[in-house]
Antibody, heavy 121, light 110 residues
Framework: QVQLVQSGAEVTKPGASVRVSCKASGYTFTGHHIHWVRQAPGQGLEWMGWINPNTAGTNYAQNFQGWVAMTRDTSISTVYMELSRLKSDDTAVYYC??????????????WGQGTLVTVSS | QSALTQPPSASGSPGQSVTISCAGTSSDVGAFNYVSWYQQHPGKAPKLMIY???KRPSGVPDRFSGSKSGNTASLTVSGLQTEDEADYYC??????????FGGGTKLTVL
């Protein structure tokens, strides 16, 4: 069955960077784009961007351009999301999610369990 | 791109129907048939309920249905059940390989 398993919770300081991983299984890793979505405490979902695991091509939401980087390692079917120059309002749960079908941006049919990133001095 | 507009809350009694709207623009909801809806229970990851405006993934009850008219999409939950109480989010393809989310609607089953 399709599974996306994310890395564990992180606590980090303002100005630092954080990297969250998302390991895929149960399907052809290079066949589906992976998106990242975050949710601040008590807030809604915010789209961050996507990576094409086949080509490593990326597309970042305007709000995150310049300080997010999405990469992948096909040998271990894992994608990574790194956010730099963290601020306290980057405290959120970060989700990876798989695109259904073959398009880049249609719908997200499987989601990881989420990773809580806490930014605090 | 701006977020899609959803009502902050909706409610209904068990057995009733409720409709949640998702207002976009001619650049996102109105331009593409790539509207999807997600259900999120507290502390859980979102779950896909509707995709491509009105299609239901396997396993989603047929009490959930989606539609679109112009720049506004809608999710209707018929025969409300207590387990339907959750937050619901719409998304739409917004061109240039971008996705946009709605602000979310908290559905309360009275």
């Amino acid at each position: 069955q399709v599974q996306l398993v994310q890395s564990g919770a992180e606590v980090t300081k303002p100005g630092a960077s954080v990297r969250v991983s998302c390991k895929a299984s149960g399907y052809t890793f290079t066949g589906h784009h992976i998106h990242w979505v975050r949710q601040a405490p008590g807030q809604g979902l915010e789209w961050m961007g996507w990576i094409n695991p086949n080509t490593a091509g990326t597309n970042y939401a305007q709000n995150f351009q310049g300080w997010v980087a999405m990469t992948r390692d096909t040998s271990i079917s894992t994608v990574y999301m790194e956010l730099s120059r963290l601020k306290s309002d980057d405290t959120a749960v970060y989700y990876c999610a798989r695109v259904g079908g073959t398009g880049a941006t249609t719908y997200l049919d499987y989601w990881g369990q989420g990773t809580l990133v806490t930014v605090s001095s | 791109q701006s977020a899609l507009t959803q009502p902050p809350s909706a409610s209904g009694s068990p057995g009733q129907s409720v409709t949640i709207s998702c207002a976009g623009t001619s650049s996102d909801v109105g331009a593409f048939n790539y509207v999807s809806w997600y259900q999120q229970h507290p502390g859980k990851a979102p779950k896909l309920m509707i995709y491509d405006v009105s299609k239901r993934p396997s396993g989603v009850p047929d009490r959930f249905s989606g539609s679109k008219s112009g720049n506004t999409a809608s999710l209707t939950v018929s025969g409300l059940q207590t387990e339907d109480e959750a937050d619901y989010y719409c998304t739409s393809y917004a061109g240039s390989n971008n996705l946009v989310f709605g602000g979310g609607t908290k559905l309360t089953v009275l």
